[in-house]
């Protein structure tokens, strides 16, 4: 059974914002957040390749494994989860999928996405409700979920200390959190270079004689533009592992520890996903989505067995957090 919070209904605003809510924005963080979430909200799966197949339920229960104790992954499932700055419902959705959780709820700033995760989570079939709530104030009582999780939120958050205090908080003894997704200071550089230079060379290419159609409508480029002006806004933090162990630490968790992934599989999967935001949905096909795929996932390895060996853990895109609320 699926429940929305009526707020989701009464707050969502326009999903596309204008030009004088974007300025507006660049003023009041959490007025960011919402105007730009709110405007992915509808096109956010599609537009970071999201499903809630096999693919997807791998790759989120690959994240969880690989920061999680094997033994406590023997003791599976966890009865309530929460996910935190939930999106559409992308890893709590699919984690319950892959049996980590019993039921859950789902939280985001964002009415339009709470709105998507909640839908999302009622066409699974699975047992989970949504609020729209603040990640500095979660609107549950203490000792109220076994699990927590995030994935690529708490950068988003302006205070991340005082959201994790909030986190153990509703965690009942002995819980624990699981956060994914989050960018590195290096990470972020370099992925953040690759997007850029891509986008340029293709607008650039695509205005040579021939290949007009395989440029998006200038309407489309230009609501791209807005948007991707208010995703400076919302990317509030960037991580150095240690300084993120050490906010969980004085968030009150115990057994904190950090892991990140993504070196060369980032180089690639930056300028792949920019690209595939200019040309127009349905005309790069299947040969390209399984090479994207399959790349990915062919330098993923890579970077687990060989340059997780030798490269600095700061320097990977992601890393990820958990820790446990004491008994």
């Known amino acids: 059974m699926t429940e929305i919070n009526t707020a989701a209904d009464e707050l969502a605003p326009n999903p596309h914002a204008t030009a004088e809510q974007v300025e507006a924005a660049r003023h009041d963080t959490k007025l960011a957040q919402v105007l730009y979430h709110d405007w992915e909200a509808e096109s956010y799966d599609d537009k970071w390749s999201i499903s809630y197949d096999q693919r997807c339920i791998d790759y989120a229960r690959g994240r969880f494994d690989a920061i999680v104790p094997t033994d406590e992954?023997?003791?599976l499932p966890y009865d309530r989860a929460l996910e935190l700055g939930c999106g559409t419902g992308f890893f709590l959705l699919n984690l319950i999928q892959a049996g980590v959780a019993r039921?859950?709820?789902v939280t985001d700033l964002s009415p339009g996405m709470v709105k998507v995760a909640t839908r999302n989570g009622q066409s699974l079939g699975l047992d989970v409700d949504g609020r729209v709530a603040d990640a500095e104030g979660i609107?549950?009582?203490d000792n109220t979920f076994d699990l927590v999780v995030g994935h690529a939120v708490l950068h988003h958050i302006p205070d991340v200390e005082l959201s994790l205090r909030e986190v153990v908080r509703v965690l009942k003894p002995g819980g624990r959190f699981v956060f994914a997704g989050e960018p590195t200071t290096v990470g972020n550089a370099y992925a953040r270079r690759l997007a850029d230079l891509t986008?340029?060379?293709?607008?650039?290419?695509?205005?040579?004689?021939?290949?007009?159609?395989?440029?998006?409508p200038q309407a489309e480029l230009d609501e791209n533009s807005r948007a991707a002006a208010l995703e400076w806004i919302v990317d509030l933090h960037t991580f150095e592992p240690a300084d993120l162990?050490?906010?969980?630490a004085n968030a009150g968790a115990v057994q904190v520890r950090t892991a990140s992934e993504e070196f060369t599989a980032a180089m690639l999967g930056w300028p792949v996903r920019t690209f595939e935001s200019t040309v127009p949905p349905g005309k790069l096909g299947w040969g390209w989505a399984k090479f994207a795929f399959n790349g990915w996932t062919t330098l993923s390895w890579v970077d687990a067995n060989i340059w997780r060996r030798v490269v600095p853990k700061g320097w990977f895109y992601n890393v990820m957090i958990t820790g446990v609320k004491p008994s």
């Open 199 to 216: 986008w340029k060379a293709t607008v650039r290419a695509m205005q040579l004689p021939g290949l007009s159609s395989w440029r998006r």
């Open 73 to 75: 992954l023997r003791t």
């Open 245 to 248: 162990e050490q906010m969980a």
């Open 139 to 141: 609107p549950y009582d």
């Open 103 to 105: 039921r859950g709820s």
